[in-house]
């Protein structure tokens, strides 16, 4: 890969919606450019809808437990809809997670609310180091992102069994409130502010950003991109950072919501999370989907396996389903497409 | 940047080895391949004079064999430009289902493991081959599914028992005539019969055409979908093989037996110089990957670290080799 001309890059002519066409059209445009910001609130719902209708005694403590459990995933799920758009894929996630698990339950066992608030934006910066490493391999080695990060996440697991070998460690009680407490009523689950004021205040700024733009200009497609001036190995380098630090912010959302640290605990969300991802309306070939399709379907996948204890199934059938929830979405979307270009 | 640090990586080694090794690498990277892992014995030789003798090169054999036929469906998959991440469930599945049914006598038992990896393996082939969907992804239901099902099944099994076959131990762990193992009786002839149909067969040229461009195969009248196919269900049923090997040598089917086989299966195939993107590379390859990352191992067991230390050298050291060999090769 030659190195990208220098100078302003030409991916920010994009045009602005145009704001005198009837409402309709805008609505039809905009269901037909992202089908997941329908399709996912509908599923999510229709998920609730069915969970309440098998549990009718739904209350606001389900409804904690659900934002907790999917609170991690939920982070996950960003992590990787930040390396797919960008056209790669990450699959050292939950080595991540699990490095900042381990550090914030190690570290923060005996330090008061502040220090723990202290140690958080640590384990951040840390989870972010991490994740620019990791950039660093796949652009430096050229080795496909799959096999470098299936790699190095090999290593980040090795460095949390360092760091904690066995389950243990803690955190002051007010830190942990903030993913397991509730705010104003107990309707509002803390997990749940926690969850959207991140995404809100990374993935917000960052997609509205020339960078965000960079993201989907390389993943939708990487020639293209080069040849509009986008250095596409500082993109995908950056789109591993944020990666990053969604995993570690997802480690830290572990240690509130199981209140220790467990070495292990992260090696389940790397492919659940990929499973969000897809279900997330987010194409795995890069440069289409969003943050929101990612995160809701970290709910469903959480209440999957619910719903089955409420309806007494082994709830290991919710790995099933997951799988093969994964492959039918990405067949319908395939089936989607195809409809499509008939047209 | 990459450019530039490339240069500057190419001119090291050529200061270093000289043009013409780095040519010589370029051209025949077996040659290279079969040199680092004679590196990486007389490193062991060096480091502990006397390990290196006929029990341990035995040894070497024994513990490569499972690892060399889950890498050898992984080549097959990786040449069309596939991947499957399947295979450590299909090989841990294949291997429980195996114990289970162990009181129905050897041939029906094996038969019954073998059939989980030519299950999930059409399922496979089916999805990625019709259906259309990525292999990254279908693989990877498919082994959420493989693992969620076995857990299932291993608790309706409970009273059922696992239990491992006399002869499957005897294979997973035995050796005869002094010293050869008894699993690369299994694998020699798998390895023979894959590079011989790679090389000299039509099914072989085939894979590589696929791989290299299977939208001109399409054109030039070829039924891809047949050869994904079969690719597929051959790879899951090598894992599910492997899966028996494996159980074979610890005597204990449990639930994670072949998750740690997913990634060396992976690395084995990209040290070995097939191309993740498909249409180059071969098992030879792959062989020697596997033989290394095993001598790798063992010179970890030897260096007496802790198990997380051990982890983190053996993937640091996947990575250095895979990045050299694939900025080698470029």
């Given amino acids: 890969m030659t190195k990208p001309a220098k100078g302003k890059s030409s991916v920010m002519a994009v045009p602005a919606a145009a704001s005198n066409t009837p409402l309709t059209t805008r609505f039809r445009r905009s269901l037909r450019r992202y089908p997941s910001l329908f399709f996912m609130p509908a599923l999510l719902i229709a998920s609730l809808a069915i969970t309440v209708a098998v549990h009718p005694q739904f209350s606001d403590f389900d409804l904690q437990s659900l934002a907790m459990g999917a609170l991690p995933l939920a982070f996950a799920a960003a992590a990787q809809t930040a390396v797919v758009i960008s056209g790669g894929i990450d699959l050292s996630i939950g080595s991540v997670m699990a490095v900042a698990n381990v550090l914030a339950a190690s570290t923060m066992e005996k330090a008061s609310f502040g220090e723990s608030l202290l140690l958080a934006a640590a384990v951040l910066i840390v989870g972010a180091a991490i994740g620019a490493l990791n950039g660093l391999i796949v652009v430096l080695s050229r080795i496909p992102d799959v096999v470098a990060t299936l790699t190095s996440g090999f290593i980040w697991g090795g460095i949390a069994l360092v760091i904690l070998e066995k389950p243990g460690g803690g955190a002051p009680q007010e830190f942990l409130n903030l993913g397991a407490g509730t705010l104003f009523t107990p309707w509002l689950p803390n997990a749940l502010v926690l969850l959207v004021a991140t995404v809100v205040v990374i993935w917000i700024p960052l997609r509205r950003s020339k960078l965000g733009l960079q993201f989907y200009a390389v993943g939708s497609d990487r020639i293209a991109a080069f040849r509009s001036g986008v250095n596409i190995d500082r993109t995908r380098f950056a789109a591993y950072i944020f990666s990053g630090l969604f995993s570690a912010v997802g480690g830290l959302g572990l240690t509130m919501t199981t209140g220790i640290g467990a070495p292990l605990a992260g090696v389940y969300y790397t492919l659940s999370g990929l499973a969000a991802v897809v279900v997330g309306g987010v194409s795995l070939a890069g440069g289409r989907g969003g943050m929101v399709g990612p995160v809701m379907a970290a709910f469903v996948l959480t209440l999957i396996p619910t719903d089955l204890i409420f309806l007494n199934i082994d709830p290991n059938f919710g790995q099933v389903i997951q799988g093969t929830l994964i492959v039918a979405i990405v067949m319908i979307g395939g089936f989607v497409d195809m409809a499509r270009s008939r047209k | ?330």
């Fill in chain 2, 1 to 330: 940047m990459t450019e530039r640090s490339k240069t500057v990586f190419s001119r090291i080694v050529a200061a270093v080895a000289g043009r013409g090794l780095v040519s010589l690498l370029r051209t025949r990277t077996i040659v290279a391949l079969i040199g680092l892992l004679l590196a990486f014995v007389a490193g062991i030789e060096v480091a502990r004079p006397g390990t290196v003798n006929a029990l341990w090169v035995s040894n070497m054999m024994l513990f490569a064999a499972p690892l060399g036929i889950v890498a050898a469906g992984q080549t097959l998959v990786m040449l069309t430009g596939g991947i499957d991440l399947s295979v450590a469930s299909v090989a841990t599945a294949s291997a429980y289902v195996m114990a289970t049914h162990s009181g129905l006598g050897g041939a029906p038992a094996v038969l019954y493991g073998l059939g989980v990896g030519f299950a999930v393996g059409l399922i496979n082939g089916i999805g990625i081959a019709l259906l259309r969907v990525q292999p990254l992804v279908m693989t990877l239901g498919t082994g959420l599914m493989t693992e969620g099902m076995l857990v299932v099944y291993s608790q309706k099994m409970m009273a059922n028992a696992p239990r491992v076959p006399q002869f499957i131990e005897e294979l997973g762990a035995g050796k005869f005539l002094g010293g050869i193992p008894n699993d690369l009786v299994l694998w020699a002839p798998i390895a023979i019969v894959i590079i011989f149909v790679l090389r000299r067969t039509g099914y072989g040229r085939l894979l590589y055409a696929v791989g290299d461009n299977s939208q001109a195969c399409t054109l030039a009248g070829i039924r891809v979908w047949r050869i994904l196919v079969v690719n597929y269900v051959t790879c899951s049923l090598l894992a599910a093989v492997a899966g028996l090997v494996i159980v074979g040598g610890t005597d204990a089917a449990d639930l994670s037996l072949a998750d740690v086989y997913l990634l060396p299966s992976v690395a084995a195939v990209i040290i070995g110089g097939t191309s993740i993107f498909g249409g180059r590379g071969g098992y030879s390859g792959t062989i020697i990957g596997a033989l290394i990352l095993t001598v790798l191992n063992s010179i970890l067991i030897l260096v007496d670290a802790p198990e997380p230390v051990r982890q983190i050298l053996y993937g640091a050291i996947i990575l250095l080799l895979a990045t050299a060999y694939t900025r080698l090769t470029d």
